[in-house]
Structures are given as C-alpha cells and as structure tokens.
C-alpha cells in the first residue's frame, strides 16, 4: 500500500486542473477577498470576485469578474448561459454588476444551491498562459448538456 503524502498535499492547495474543451461547468464556490482578507479589486479599482468552477470530473479552474458596467459582459455571458432569462431578471429588479460584490447577491444567482444552473462552457488554455479562459455558451439543446452532475 503506497503511503499519501499529507506534506506535499498540504502545500498543494489546488484540485486537478480542468481538461480543455466543451463541458458543463457549475460555480462551486465564489471568493470576494484573498488569504489575507484583502477584497478583491482591479487596477481602476472596481470590485471582483473569484468563481471556481468544477466539472463532472471535479476538475476545477478559476475566474476572476471585474463587477464594473464596462467588464460586466463577462458575467452577463455567464448568467446568460445558466439561465436564458437571468439578466432581463436582474435589470428588471434594478440589480447592477457591483452588487454582485455583495456576498448574497452573488450567491443568489451564481451558486447551484440557490438559482445558479449547471452551464456549458468552453475551457481554452491560450497559449504561454497556466489559467483557461472560460467562454460560456447557451447549450442548443438541453438534451445534448450530458447527463446532470
């Protein structure tokens, strides 16, 4: 029997890096501040937050959303991609990209628990880069999404 090695585990805080390609992907957990408990923020000093991600294989990889009106297409994708009707949703509550800094919005429409959905997404790993782009897709049909997670 081959002995598991709790110090390199230890040291090692990452699960397996996710597989490229199309998949279905769910948010399994959102970080708004780092170790240090310092929120997360850009350059021009909006708000972010970490989405981590896992597959069927529970893979995982991460991505970082900047919460501002001019990034917040990247979030509207993701949305879009859980749920056809999510944004028109959120606009209609009068919700914007930052108050998706706040720990209950963000879990509200992100998390599976809550109405965040299981969503196909294509994992590309550029070129020279350690961390995938994640690209979101509306599935064409629910059928081809394989089977549920």
Known sequence: MAEYDWE????????DKMRPGKQKLMVKKIRFQDRDGIRYESKSQHPQILLIYHNEHDEE???MMTLSDKAAWTLARL?????TDANAQLKKLGVTP???????VAEQWLLPQNQGAAFMADVVYPEGKEYP???????VDAADDGPPM
């Open 8 to 15: 390199a585990a230890a040291e090692n805080n990452r699960s």
């Open 61 to 63: 990889c991460t991505d």
């Open 79 to 83: 949305l879009s991609a859980m749920d």
């Open 98 to 104: 930052a108050d998706f800094a706040a720990r209950e």
């Open 133 to 139: 782009d994640i690209i979101p897709f509306k599935a």
